[in-house]
């Protein structure tokens, strides 16, 4: 692979266990794809001033004109974060919205969904992809005055390679040292070609010495970034205020950014009605459908991104036999349950990927509904085990997913199963999933641009034994998957990692580990006044991963 390399060096414009794992698990964070909707136009990718591609296209409506320096915007956000540490934070979405405005990634992600440099000025692999020198922008400082070295570098994904909550996303690093002042070398334990895309997730985030070194220092961040921190109030808003000193020149544009936390969305949609926030993230079908009415505003839909399906502990009974799970599956009618609980929004699924994305097959090998099989996989289980295929279903108490657990239940029920429904906090959830304590769970995730960025829920490294942490949530893997995998991993071949993300849906897909029901829309609404966001050509909109673009959000000034 050859290196990645700013195309210029002289002006750079351009939760306790539960709410620690949520983090990683982003339940409702990962990746958002974006269709564009009302008002939203895809257009041609941005390039700033030094040259590099960014993820704001020049051609949307909603970020036509010339940047106007000054102002307060407040965001809505549909959670907080226990951290502000990128080493222990809950970063999903709304953590990574809050973070990016107060920390800079190592690497960014261009237009295309490729890892740029950010902090790095550039990354440079060997010939077999398993050593990276990672060369930092000189002059670059904390906001406490601390310069970003090569030390500091290391000190950082050497903290996060021990750490809980991003540990896993650097299992497959060797060793970090320091070359010179500006430069790193990290050793991986495999070739791993595509590890400048982890560096865009939360491990690639720069914190300061100072903030490592302290304890709480998650509740005072101290970061590279546009913002610096002003204050945090837990449940109800974090605000940040323009940094002078950002080594990109000319950016921020505001001089304060408030994040709002409503946790409710049909109160966050109202709160955008009456000018309380300017903007806001929302993931539900409900709201979505609702703001699609709402012409006076912006809509960015987000299309490409998260399935939601039933997660199936397949260390447990009754889904430690595929039967019970092959029999979940064929009972399970997308079509009505997208009716009932997503009509217009939620887009039906049977596998991890979107069309457009590496991996995505149009001859899914997934079973299609059909409930006559169904019925006979449930009487073959119980003349098997002699018991009757009974289970719980685990989902959360928001009144969106306890209409989708009833929903689920009247499918399943039909085709002979017997199934109680546990509705509980999504910490609890969470927790419960990631230690193996349940049978079945509604869930969310995947969809990164890269898929190499799910690598850890699907592969058998990161499957947990008895009551440990598994980030693969539904403890299966086989060596055809890892294979395909690891492959996948270890080169830059587009077409070769097609056919073997592919490939390793079809060995997932043939375990039936999950029950695909809906890709979900995540969604960014804002009043007309703002700019500086706007659709990716690879479907994302920064829900991902890193928001470079929080420097670039901006207010017009208000009209008589």
């Known amino acids: 692979m050859s290196s990645l390399t700013s195309p210029s060096t002289g002006s750079r414009k351009s939760w306790v266990l539960g ?233 921020p544009h505001l001089d304060e950014i408030d994040f709002k936390i409503v946790t409710d969305d049909q109160q966050r949609v109202a709160d955008l009605a009456d000018g309380t926030v300017d903007a806001l993230t929302t993931s539900t079908a409900s709201s979505v459908s609702q703001l699609r009415t709402m012409t006076d505003y912006n809509l960015l839909e987000d299309a490409k991104g998260e399935e939601r399906f039933a997660s199936l502990n397949t260390e447990q009974p009754p889904f430690n036999n595929i039967k019970a799970r092959q029999a979940l599956a064929y009972a399970t009618d997308i079509d009505r349950y997208i009716k009932a609980t997503g009509a217009g929004v939620y887009q039906p699924v049977n596998g991890m990927f979107a069309p457009g994305q590496l991996g995505y097959n149009t001859e899914s090998s997934y079973p299609a509904y059909d409930l006559a099989r169904a019925k006979q996989l449930v009487a073959d289980y119980t003349t098997e085990t002699g018991q009757p295929l009974s289970f719980t279903f685990l989902n959360t108490s928001s009144i969106d997913d306890t209409k989708t657990s009833q929903t689920l239940k009247d499918m399943w029920e039909q085709a002979g199963m017997k199934v109680a429904l546990e509705n509980v906090g999504e910490q609890d959830e969470v927790v419960a999933v990631v230690l193996g304590k349940y049978q079945a769970a509604d869930w969310r995730n995947f969809g990164q641009p890269d898929p190499d960025g799910d690598y850890l829920w699907w592969h058998s490294s990161s499957v947990g034994k008895g009551a440990d942490i598994s980030l693969n949530t539904a403890r299966y893997a086989t060596p055809a998957i890892d294979m395909a995998l690891d492959a996948a991993r270890a080169t830059t071949d587009k077409s070769a990692r097609n056919e073997l993300y592919q490939e390793a849906e079809r060995q997932i897909n043939a375990g039936v580990p999950y029950v695909w029901y809906a890709r979900v829309v995540c969604a960014i609404a804002a009043a007309k006044r703002v700019h500086g966001y706007g659709d990716a050509v690879n479907g994302s909109d920064g829900t991902i991963g890193p928001k470079t673009w929080v420097a670039k959000l901006w207010l017009a000034a208000p009209t008589s």
């Open 19 to 251: 709410v620690a794992i949520l983090t990683i698990v982003s339940l409702g964070a990962a990746g958002c794809g974006s269709s564009g909707s009302n008002n939203a136009t895809a257009g041609s990718v941005a390039v700033d001033q030094a040259g590099s591609a960014d993820q704001t296209p020049s051609g949307a409506a909603f970020d036509q004109g010339t940047p106007v320096d000054g102002g307060k915007m407040v965001w809505g956000l549909d959670a907080d974060t226990d951290s502000f540490s990128p080493l222990s934070g809950r970063w999903d979405r709304s953590g990574h919205m809050m973070g990016s405005a107060i920390f800079d990634p190592l690497t960014t992600l261009d237009a295309s969904g490729e890892p740029v440099p950010y902090l790095a000025e550039s990354l440079t692999p060997n010939a077999d992809n398993t050593e990276w020198d990672i060369k930092l922008h000189s002059g670059v400082l904390f906001h406490d005055g601390t310069p970003l070295t090569a030390d500091v570098v290391v000190l950082n994904l050497t903290e996060a390679k021990k750490a809980l909550i991003t540990g896993k996303g650097l299992a497959g690093v060797k060793d970090v040292t320091t070359i010179d002042p500006l430069t790193v070398k990290v050793t991986t334990t495999q070739p791993w070609a595509t590890f400048p895309t982890a560096l865009a997730s939360q491990i690639g985030y720069m914190a300061a010495p100072a903030m490592i070194a302290d304890q709480h220092g998650g509740e005072h961040p101290i970061g590279t970034g546009p913002f610096t921190f002003k204050e945090w109030v837990p449940g109800d808003h974090m605000a940040a205020v323009k940094n002078p000193a950002y080594w990109q020149a000319g950016l």
